[in-house]
């Protein structure tokens, strides 16, 4: 029953905090809507802080299964599992309202006040870069992308556009930017000219 | 004095806004640092919401400056001059201690909970979009990039990539998100394969 109501919170709490953000988000609203004593939030969480802290985790939770369910699926080539990847998160965005990415928000939101926000965010980033990293490169060992990638910084990039494509969504509320920056990403991603791309694909049917 | 005043109060605001964001700045902490009553900030502001957007318009008006005095320099190529543009940002941030951009960071908080705050800030980086779009036409005519481009998408890429990374560099607080950003998106820009994108350069060198 505890485990529940805690559980039950940080579900709600990741919500709120993508709709509201941080500072708007009212621990009163947020008990309310669940019919949770007060007393019964800090028996869980040590602060409002370590509320939102654990409600980053909760989602991380999500966002690496994601990252195992759709990097993992040997039975597509790796920049197809990235695109597929991504194209899933903007289905879960588009399920929300196009409210963007948690982590965005509260990076924006929290990293000019509050070290531990700042590292936490930046933390989280790191690992997810780290996981697209490592399949791009998969996709460098099977020619999806050249030889000498610097494969690390790719990742970055990609999470760092995706993130300016989430804020913008959740400012138009439209998977456009998201769509068009995935391609741009993946065009810009091998820098070969066209005509080696198309070798590395189809082998035989070129001189 | 009441336009020095209004004037003092805005400039004071941009800043506080850009490290703490919108529900976390203190009206109180804002008077105080300028030993100006309250009474005062009311007299020339209807609420703090009223504040906040006549601070996100002076903003503009650095922004609008910049990108006149980088984008209007026609002794320079077109892509040579929104690099600058961006690289001068680079060092306003840097000024800043990499607090990144204040769009963003509004545009991160406010859009999920005022329509007020995403419809403004929609609004600035479709006028930043534009007037970058406007370059990127002249790069077109130039043969910078490539007849057909389209321009308009390839300006809100740019705005978005760089938001993404300007939130980077607000949680790393280092120029290097955006200085790989600025560097993907110029080597994007021009899909063309790299001897056509030298022929232009060099015509006379290439058969």
């Known amino acids: 029953m505890a485990k529940h109501t805690r559980q039950d919170l940080l579900e709600r709490g990741v919500g709120m905090l993508l709709r509201h953000g941080y500072h708007d988000l ?14 019964s939030f800090y028996h869980h969480f040590a602060s409002k802080e ?8 909760l989602y991380m939770v999500e966002v690496h299964a994601g990252l195992d ?3 993992g699926d040997t039975s597509l080539p790796p920049l197809r599992r990235v695109r597929r990847f991504f194209e899933a998160t903007i289905e879960k965005y588009r399920g929300e309202g196009y409210l963007g990415c948690l982590l965005g928000g509260l990076g924006q939101e929290l990293s000019g006040v509050s070290e531990v926000f700042r590292r936490k965010v930046e933390q989280c980033f790191g690992e997810i870069a780290l996981r697209l990293g490592s399949c791009l490169d998969e996709a460098v060992r ?9 494969t690390h910084r790719l990742a970055e990039l990609l999470v760092d556009a995706w993130e300016g494509a989430a804020l913008r969504t959740r400012l138009c509320r439209d998977a456009r930017p998201l769509r068009e920056m995935l391609d741009f990403w993946l065009r810009g991603a091998d820098a070969r000219p066209p005509a080696a791309k198309a070798r ?3 082998p035989n049917k070129r001189a």
């Open 26 to 39: 009212g621990l009163a609203a947020l008990l309310e809507a669940g019919d949770i004593p007060k007393g």
């Open 50 to 57: 370590d509320f939102a802290l654990q409600a980053i985790d």
């Open 69 to 71: 369910h759709f990097l």
């Open 142 to 150: 099977v020619g999806e992308l050249p030889k000498g990638t610097d």
């Open 200 to 202: 590395r694909r189809t």
